[in-house]
């Protein structure tokens, strides 16, 4: 008897649709894409999946898709999750919540990749804002297990717990978010590291470099094999809190961007792609940092995928 595969339906066509569509499909989810034209959505597919096969064990096969048009798609069989990446644009956005609410049946869950808009908001008056939630991802969407569920004040507990379930049947590492709170979880996390981490350059205590290799080779390289709340049990709450007496005192609670972010930005420095922030990068150099970059990530992902 021929396997009926549950479906996922992901909305949008740029690089956030096609790293979240690779994760479904190499879990071997039925995976349809839905965009502006027909075009963006054919290719989305086709990229998708061709980014799923590097992923993929060679036993596994290729497993079927779809591609279809965002206003006019009406055919909800075997979907169990809807996911938006389109533009983050609140009224965009909006606007198309407005329209799953009305067309997709009210039993299946839809969620947001947004990252800044929150779900109480989107969701607002609307009938069926219960099965809505933010579903987060980090960048590459297809490598970074994490994916981050979070409830607006509307959303439904259980049906929260059910979709964390969905991803982790397809290989991620969700967590469920239980307040809609600015940057869910562990945005809030990364910009605490990255207030403190810009408050030392600003005050010429280490350079840029200094940093990133702090963090790699420290707690960063720890990181990847305990979260911080295990590796103190590990180490030890007392030793923590001792070492916490003295140095939270003196640890940054700015509430404005760093004055060395600022500058640069003011500059026209915004990273790679102006080619020049805290370094200068050459389109060669660009390459070279993001190609490794690339490797190092698939090299811990098939790691944690045994965890």
């Known amino acids: 008897m021929e396997q009926v595969l549950e479906k996922i339906i992901v909305i949008g066509t740029g690089t956030m649709a096609v790293g979240i569509g690779a994760g479904f499909i190499d879990a071997g989810f039925e995976v349809v894409f839905l965009g502006r034209t027909m075009d963006k959505a054919a290719k989305v597919l086709v990229d998708s999946q061709a980014l799923a096969l590097k992923l993929s064990t060679p036993a596994q096969k290729t ?17 169990v999750w809807v996911i938006e990446t389109i533009a983050e644009d609140f009224g965009l956005k909006r606007t198309l919540f407005e329209s799953l609410d009305k067309r997709v049946p009210a039993h299946i869950p839809i969620g947001s990749n947004s990252s800044g808009f929150p779900m109480t908001k989107m969701a607002e008056g609307l009938a069926t804002n219960r099965r809505m939630f933010n579903a987060h991802y980090f960048r590459p969407a297809h490598l970074v297990p994490l994916g981050e569920v979070a ?28 307040k809609d709170i600015p940057g869910f979880l562990a945005n809030r996390i990364q910009h605490a590291l990255m207030r403190e981490a810009m408050a030392l350059i600003d005050s010429g205590i280490a350079t840029p470099e200094d ?13 990847a094999a305990a979260g911080p709340v295990l590796q103190k049990e590990i180490s030890g709450w007392d030793s923590m809190a001792m070492a916490a007496a ?7 609670n700015t509430t404005k961007l760093a004055d060395c972010v600022r500058t640069n930005i003011d500059a026209g420095k915004t990273g790679m792609k102006a080619g020049e922030g805290f370094i200068k990068w050459s389109s060669e150099e660009v390459a070279a940092a993001r190609e490794a970059y690339e490797v190092r990530l698939k090299a811990a992902f098939d790691v944690l995928k045994l965890a």
């Open 151 to 178: 409830r607006g004040v509307a959303a439904d507990a259980a049906l929260g717990e059910q979709v964390c379930e969905l991803y982790r049947r397809a290989g991620k590492k969700p967590v469920l978010v239980r």
């Open 246 to 252: 003295e140095i939270y005192p003196s640890l940054s």
């Open 63 to 79: 497993v079927p898709g779809g591609a279809g048009l965002i206003d006019s798609w009406s055919d909800w069989t075997r979907v």
């Open 211 to 223: 940093v990133d290799t702090a963090v790699r080779y420290s707690f960063g390289f720890r990181y």
